[in-house]
C-alpha cells in the first residue's frame, strides 16, 4: 500500500505536472533543495515554472542568476509562451568592465572580493523583495568563486540557514560545470532532484527524473520519464500497480458474434488481458475492432492505440467489414491515438493509457506489442513496463486486448515476441491453414486464465458482411501445422459459401 504524506499543508506545488505526484505533494516549505543536471536538461525552465506556481498564487519570487542575464531567462520564459511579469529577476554578473585592467584585483585574490560582493547582493535582494520562493542559479558559479570546498560548504550553510529562517522555499541549480564533482550540496540540501538526458541509437534523446533525496518523505522512487514541451515540464510517474489497487464486480464483454463469444467462454472478462496472436493479415486488428465496436454498441468507452497501423486504415478497413468505428469516434465513445514510435518514451505512453482509463475507457487496445517493443529498441525491461501496466487497468475492471504477430505465414514456427503466459490472461491464436486450393483462417482460444473455453478450432473469415465465426473443424488435423489433413468427403460442408 502507497505511503501518504499527511500535512499537504505543508508543501509548496512545483508547478510541473506530475513532479509533485512523485514528489510525495510537492516541496516542503521553508527548506532548500537541489536541482542538479547537464546542461540542456530543463533546469532553468523547471525553475521558472515553481516561480510561475508562486506568483499564481500570489506570492513573492525571485530568480538569483549568476548566470544568464535577464534577456536570456526573457528569452527561454518567451519560448514557453510565458511573460517574466510577477517574477523578479537579480543577475549578479560581472560586466564588460573586469576586463579593463585598471579592474584587475592585485592585492587580494580576486575571488576573495567577487565572493563578498555576490553573497552581498543576494542578501540584499532578500531583504528588499522578502520572497517565499527563490531561484538561484548556479551554483558552478558560487563553487568557482568559493575555490576551496570548505569555504564552498560553509558558504552554501550559511545561504541555507539564512534563507530558511527568513521563511524562503529555494532551489539550487546545478549545471555539474564546475572543476570538482563533489556532492558537498547533497548532503546539505533537503531534497535532491536530478534530471538526466540520454542519448538513443534512433529517434530523439529520452529525459528521465529521479529523486535522489528528500528527508521525512515517502516519495516515488526510481527514474521517471519528463519532456519539456511548449509551456514547460511533463513528468510522467513511473506507474506502480500495487499503489492502486481496487475491487470490482466483474462482467464479461460480448464481441457481438455468439460463435466468438462461445469459443471465449461466453466473452472477455472484465480485469483481464487478453492477446491476440497470429501470421500478418489473419484478422487480429479487424477482431480488436469488432470488440471495440460492440462494446461503444452498448454505450462503454474505449480507445485503442496504434503503434503500426494509420488510423485512416483502421477506420477504411473496418467500415468495410461493416464495423462502423467512425460513429463511434463522432459520438465520443471511441479515441484513437497513433503513437509515433520514435519520440514516445515508455512513461509518456503508460500516462496516455492511464489517462484513457481516466476518461472512462472499459476496453482498451495496443497494436501491437511488436510495434511497442520495437519502438523503443534502447529501453530495457519493456516486458515488465507492459506487465506493471496491464496489472494497474485490471485491478479496475478494464478490458485490455493487446495484439502480437507471429513470424510467417503458413507453417513455421509459432512464437512470439514476449512471454505470452506473462503478459496476458488470455490467448486467442489465428492462424491460416491450406484447404481444397485456398488459404483460409482459424481460430482457436490457447489460454483462460478465469474461466472456462473451448478448445476447439473454428473456421474464421472476414467478408463484406463482416467477421464469422463457422464450424469446429473437426476433421482436420495439423491446421495449427498450416498443412493439415482431413477428410475430402466431409470438408464441403464447412467450405460451400463463396467465402469460405
Given at each position: 500500500?502507497?505511503i501518504?504524506n499527511?500535512?499537504?499543508?505543508?508543501?509548496?506545488?512545483?508547478?510541473?505536472p506530475g513532479l509533485?505526484?512523485?514528489?510525495?505533494?510537492?516541496?516542503?516549505?521553508?527548506?532548500?533543495f537541489?536541482?542538479?543536471g547537464?546542461?540542456g536538461t530543463g533546469?532553468?525552465?523547471l525553475?521558472?515554472?515553481?516561480?510561475?506556481?508562486?506568483?499564481r498564487?500570489?506570492?513573492?519570487?525571485i530568480?538569483?542568476?549568476l548566470?544568464?542575464?535577464?534577456?536570456e531567462l526573457k528569452a527561454?520564459?518567451q519560448?514557453h509562451?510565458w511573460?517574466m511579469?510577477?517574477?523578479?529577476?537579480e543577475?549578479?554578473?560581472?560586466n564588460?568592465?573586469?576586463?579593463h585592467?585598471?579592474?584587475?584585483?592585485?592585492?587580494?585574490?580576486?575571488?576573495?572580493?567577487?565572493?563578498g560582493?555576490?553573497?552581498?547582493?543576494?542578501?540584499d535582494?532578500i531583504?528588499k523583495y522578502k520572497?517565499?520562493?527563490?531561484v538561484?542559479?548556479s551554483?558552478?558559479?558560487l563553487?568557482?568563486?568559493a575555490?576551496s570546498?570548505?569555504?564552498?560548504?560553509?558558504?552554501?550553510l550559511?545561504?541555507?540557514?539564512?534563507?530558511?529562517?527568513?521563511?524562503?522555499t529555494?532551489?539550487?541549480?546545478?549545471?555539474?560545470t564546475?572543476?570538482?564533482?563533489?556532492?558537498?550540496v547533497r548532503?546539505?540540501?533537503?531534497?535532491?532532484?536530478t534530471?538526466?538526458l540520454?542519448?538513443?541509437?534512433?529517434?530523439s534523446e529520452r529525459?528521465?527524473?529521479?529523486?535522489v533525496k528528500?528527508?521525512?518523505?515517502?516519495?516515488?522512487g526510481?527514474?521517471?520519464?519528463?519532456?519539456i514541451?511548449?509551456?514547460?515540464?511533463?513528468?510522467?510517474?513511473?506507474?506502480?500497480?500495487?499503489h492502486?489497487?481496487v475491487?470490482?464486480?466483474?462482467?464479461?464483454?460480448?464481441?457481438?458474434?455468439?460463435q466468438?463469444?462461445a469459443?471465449t467462454?461466453?466473452g472477455?472478462?472484465?480485469?483481464?488481458?487478453?492477446?491476440?496472436s497470429?501470421p500478418?493479415?489473419?484478422?487480429?486488428?479487424?477482431?480488436?475492432a469488432?470488440y471495440?465496436?460492440?462494446a461503444?454498441?452498448?454505450?462503454?468507452?474505449?480507445?485503442m492505440?496504434?503503434?503500426e497501423?494509420?488510423a485512416n486504415?483502421l477506420l477504411?478497413?473496418?467500415?468495410?467489414?461493416?464495423?462502423?468505428l467512425q460513429?463511434?469516434?463522432?459520438s465520443g465513445?471511441?479515441?484513437i491515438?497513433?503513437?509515433d514510435?520514435?519520440?514516445m518514451?515508455?512513461?509518456e505512453?503508460?500516462?496516455?493509457?492511464?489517462?484513457?482509463e481516466?476518461?472512462?475507457?472499459?476496453?482498451?487496445v495496443?497494436d501491437?506489442?511488436n510495434g511497442?517493443l520495437?519502438?523503443?529498441p534502447?529501453?530495457?525491461f519493456?516486458?515488465?513496463?507492459?506487465h506493471?501496466?496491464l496489472?494497474?487497468?485490471?485491478q479496475r475492471g478494464?478490458?485490455?486486448i493487446?495484439v502480437?504477430?507471429?513470424?510467417g505465414v503458413?507453417g513455421?514456427?509459432m512464437?512470439?515476441?514476449v512471454d505470452?503466459?506473462?503478459?496476458?490472461?488470455?490467448?486467442?491464436?489465428?492462424r491460416y491453414?491450406?484447404?481444397r486450393?485456398?488459404v483460409?483462417?482459424?481460430?482457436?482460444?490457447?489460454?483462460?486464465r478465469v474461466g472456462?473455453h473451448?478448445?476447439t478450432?473454428?473456421l474464421?473469415?472476414?467478408?463484406a458482411?463482416?467477421?464469422q465465426?463457422?464450424?469446429?473443424?473437426?476433421?482436420f488435423?495439423?491446421i495449427?501445422t498450416g498443412?493439415?489433413?482431413?477428410?475430402?468427403?466431409?470438408?464441403?460442408?464447412?467450405?460451400d459459401?463463396?467465402?469460405?
Amino acid at each position: 500500500m502507497e505511503i501518504q504524506n499527511s500535512d499537504t499543508s505543508r508543501f509548496l506545488s512545483t508547478g510541473v505536472p506530475g513532479l509533485d505526484t512523485i514528489l510525495g505533494g510537492g516541496l516542503t516549505s521553508d527548506r532548500l533543495f537541489l536541482i542538479e543536471g547537464e546542461p540542456g536538461t530543463g533546469k532553468t525552465t523547471l525553475a521558472l515554472q515553481f516561480l510561475y506556481e508562486g506568483v499564481r498564487r500570489g506570492e513573492s519570487v525571485i530568480y538569483i542568476t549568476l548566470a544568464e542575464t535577464r534577456v536570456e531567462l526573457k528569452a527561454v520564459a518567451q519560448s514557453h509562451g510565458w511573460s517574466m511579469d510577477g517574477i523578479h529577476v537579480e543577475d549578479i554578473i560581472p560586466n564588460e568592465n573586469i576586463l579593463h585592467p585598471d579592474h584587475q584585483f592585485t592585492i587580494f585574490h580576486p575571488s576573495e572580493i567577487e565572493m563578498g560582493m555576490t553573497t552581498q547582493r543576494i542578501l540584499d535582494t532578500i531583504e528588499k523583495y522578502k520572497p517565499t520562493r527563490v531561484v538561484l542559479d548556479s551554483l558552478s558559479e558560487l563553487q568557482l568563486l568559493a575555490e576551496s570546498p570548505l569555504r564552498y560548504r560553509r558558504q552554501v550553510l550559511a545561504l541555507k540557514q539564512y534563507l530558511s529562517g527568513k521563511g524562503c522555499t529555494t532551489l539550487f541549480l546545478d549545471d555539474r560545470t564546475a572543476l570538482s564533482g563533489d556532492l558537498q550540496v547533497r548532503s546539505v540540501a533537503h531534497g535532491v532532484i536530478t534530471l538526466e538526458l540520454i542519448n538513443q541509437d534512433y529517434g530523439s534523446e529520452r529525459r528521465r527524473v529521479r529523486i535522489v533525496k528528500y528527508r521525512g518523505i515517502a516519495f516515488r522512487g526510481g527514474s521517471h520519464d519528463y519532456k519539456i514541451v511548449t509551456g514547460g515540464l511533463v513528468v510522467f510517474p513511473r506507474l506502480i500497480a500495487a499503489h492502486t489497487r481496487v475491487h470490482t464486480e466483474r462482467k464479461q464483454l460480448s464481441s457481438g458474434i455468439a460463435q466468438l463469444d462461445a469459443l471465449t467462454g461466453g466473452g472477455l472478462d472484465e480485469g483481464t488481458s487478453t492477446l491476440l496472436s497470429g501470421p500478418p493479415g489473419t484478422g487480429k486488428s479487424s477482431l480488436c475492432a469488432q470488440y471495440v465496436y460492440a462494446a461503444t454498441q452498448r454505450g462503454q468507452k474505449a480507445a485503442m492505440f496504434l503503434f503500426e497501423e494509420a488510423a485512416n486504415n483502421l477506420l477504411l478497413r473496418s467500415t468495410g467489414l461493416g464495423i462502423d468505428l467512425q460513429g463511434a469516434i463522432d459520438s465520443g465513445l471511441l479515441t484513437i491515438k497513433q503513437i509515433d514510435p520514435a519520440e514516445m518514451a515508455p512513461g509518456e505512453f503508460m500516462q496516455a493509457v492511464t489517462d484513457a482509463e481516466a476518461g472512462g475507457a472499459r476496453v482498451i487496445v495496443i497494436d501491437s506489442l511488436n510495434g511497442y517493443l520495437k519502438a523503443m529498441p534502447d529501453e530495457r525491461f519493456l516486458a515488465t513496463h507492459m506487465h506493471e501496466l496491464l496489472t494497474y487497468l485490471g485491478q479496475r475492471g478494464v478490458v485490455t486486448i493487446l495484439v502480437g504477430v507471429q513470424p510467417g505465414v503458413i507453417g513455421g514456427s509459432m512464437s512470439t515476441t514476449v512471454d505470452a503466459s506473462y503478459i496476458a490472461d488470455s490467448v486467442i491464436m489465428l492462424r491460416y491453414f491450406e484447404a481444397r486450393g485456398k488459404v483460409r483462417q482459424a481460430i482457436s482460444v490457447f489460454k483462460k486464465r478465469v474461466g472456462l473455453h473451448e478448445r476447439t478450432i473454428r473456421l474464421f473469415s472476414m467478408s463484406a458482411r463482416g467477421i464469422q465465426v463457422g464450424e469446429v473443424l473437426t476433421n482436420f488435423h495439423g491446421i495449427l501445422t498450416g498443412v493439415p489433413t482431413f477428410d475430402d468427403s466431409q470438408c464441403h460442408v464447412l467450405f460451400d459459401d463463396e467465402n469460405g
